[in-house]
């Protein structure tokens, strides 16, 4: 089997990878900042509980194979052993976008209409399929929220960004998940 041209131009170019490498390191760097601005913001608005977070740290993790493409994720908290009731995950997707993810696990929350307006100018989408853990927002899994009818023993709510709007990540996170925090404090 030969490779063609286009391929062996590209894959005698370091700097593509070399750029590739610097870009997941910044997102890396951002997450990273953008921990520490989730928590002092909430910590602001008294959103922020140990308990609620299980009294664990965020964690920044990436890989290269989300759906075949690099990823970037902050686990607000970390995830994994002990309890928690509340996870917020921010996740940029290589050539897709940033999505916000808002997981309330084992408490059932229904969602009034006042907070259905307030999520709908995020565009936010609820999951509607078994697995927890199913991260793509474009899966058919993920509806409208407007549409919700029953919950499960979990709610998992999502909103997209996308990657042109990248300046804006720090505030949509923290507005997209203040308004969620505020509704699951609420009942």
Same mark, same amino acid.
């Given at each position: 089997?030969?490779?063609? !041209?286009?391929?062996?131009?590209?894959? %005698?170019?370091?700097? #593509?990878?070399?750029? *590739?490498?610097?870009? +997941?390191? @910044?997102?890396?760097?951002?997450?990273?900042?953008?921990?520490?601005?989730?928590?002092?913001?909430?910590?602001?608005?008294?959103?922020?509980?140990?308990?609620?977070?299980?009294?664990?740290?965020?964690?920044?993790?990436?890989?290269?194979?989300?759906?075949?493409?690099?990823?970037?994720?902050?686990?607000?908290?970390?995830?994994?052993?002990?309890?928690?009731?509340?996870?917020?995950?921010?996740? !940029?997707?290589?050539?897709?976008?940033? %999505?916000?993810?808002? #997981?309330?696990?084992? *408490?059932?929350?229904? +969602?009034? @209409?006042?907070?259905?307006?307030?999520?709908?100018?995020?565009?936010?989408?609820?999951?509607?399929?078994?697995?927890?853990?199913?991260?793509?927002?474009?899966?058919?899994?993920?509806?409208?929220?407007?549409?919700?009818?029953?919950?499960?023993?979990?709610?998992?709510?999502?909103?997209?960004?996308?990657?042109?709007?990248?300046?804006?990540?720090?505030?949509?996170?923290?507005?997209?998940?203040?308004?969620?925090?505020?509704?699951?404090?609420?009942?």
């Amino acid at each position: 089997m030969h490779i063609n !041209f286009n391929e062996f131009e590209l894959i %005698s170019n370091k700097s #593509i990878i070399e750029q *590739k490498q610097a870009a +997941i390191a @910044n997102m890396t760097n951002r997450f990273h900042q953008l921990a520490v601005i989730l928590k002092e913001e909430f910590q602001k608005e008294n959103l922020w509980s140990e308990p609620l977070f299980g009294g664990k740290h965020p964690k920044v993790t990436k890989g290269e194979n989300f759906h075949g493409f690099p990823f970037v994720v902050l686990d607000t908290p970390q995830l994994g052993g002990g309890e928690i009731k509340v996870a917020l995950r921010t996740l !940029f997707w290589w050539g897709h976008h940033f %999505s916000f993810q808002f #997981i309330a696990i084992n *408490k059932n929350i229904s +969602i009034d @209409n006042n907070y259905l307006a307030k999520l709908g100018k995020f565009n936010t989408q609820i999951y509607t399929g078994k697995d927890i853990w199913e991260q793509n927002l474009l899966s058919p899994f993920f509806k409208p929220v407007e549409a919700h009818t029953s919950l499960q023993n979990f709610l998992k709510l999502g909103a997209i960004l996308p990657l042109s709007e990248y300046k804006k990540v720090e505030e949509k996170a923290v507005a997209f998940y203040s308004c969620c925090l505020r509704m699951y404090q609420a009942k």
